[in-house]
């Protein structure tokens, strides 16, 4: 799942896709503000377009709540509001360390009330709700979030490694989540963290394979059976160990069936490739109903386990 969408701090989709390759986008010029009033505004410059990052956040959340044990609806709430405001005051930091025109000044002071606000909302959950266990979940979030900042600046976010490790500081709201739900942190919470990080992991050697390879009908079995190789092995690697967490007892034994349908949706275009043009939105569309699919799979395995 790609993590972000073209904005006036990154570039746009290519036919090849270059920057998925691991190519540095070109650095960019110094913005002038100009017919489109999405450049004029710097509130809307603050606003992450990164379409794959908002699943990602969401459907963590959603799949965190969904599993937790029992849930503390206000404390989920403000969990929501601090995780969606830190995630908009991220990208407005890296905005502004990248605009060089007269919206600057005011995304600078736009990131430092996203900033506090986040934070107010992170104090009311570890001082209002006394949930201390988010402080150590924070640190583990923050160090991927950390290079993957660091890989964005250098523009070299759009590489699998890069996605990966932001995928992975994103899928910490899943555990955070369902900890704020059932105000305990234990082998249950884990399990489901483990298993979402997995899941949306899963889509980067999957949507690269579509998007580098771009499999066709007239392309050889060998050939396709070769490229898509990553992705099946991480699929199939991946079922593999919720199986085992689910004999283990970290995780309900039929949690393993939450991940199938993306396997399937991975061998799919290795076995028979889509037909027609090809199409980066409808990846997109398609990655997201899986992700809505796994959501609600995760809510019916656990909540019948």
Known sequence: MRLDAPDETTQPEGAARSSQAGESPPQESVAQPGNSPFLRSPFSATIPRQHG???????????????????????????????VLGFIARHAAVTYLRIRDARRAA?????????????????ALVLGFGLLLLIPIGVVGA???????????K??????????????????????AGYCASGTLGAREL?????????FCASVPHVRYLVRFRPTRETPFGERLSAGSPSLLFHVVSIAI???????????????????PIALKALLPVLRPPTGEFSIKRIGFVELGHSVLFAVLMGLVYGLG
């Open 191 to 199: 399990g489901v963290w483990g298993i979402g990080t997995l899941f």
């Open 242 to 260: 919720v199986g085992w967490l689910g004999q283990a007892g970290v995780a309900p034994s039929l949690a393993f069936v939450a991940l199938v």
């Open 143 to 153: 160090v991927p979030a950390g290079i993957s900042t660091v890989l964005e600046r």
């Open 155 to 176: 523009r070299l976010d759009r590489t699998a490694i890069g996605e990966i490790i932001g995928i992975i500081g994103l899928s910490t709201v899943v555990i955070a």
């Open 53 to 83: 990052a908002w699943s990602i956040l969401l459907v963590g959340y959603a799949v965190g709540v969904a599993c937790a044990s029992r849930v503390n609806g206000w404390a989920a709430v403000v969990l929501l509001v601090a995780v």
């Open 107 to 123: 995304v600078g002071r736009l990131t430092v009330v996203y900033g506090l606000l986040a934070l107010g909302a992170a104090l």
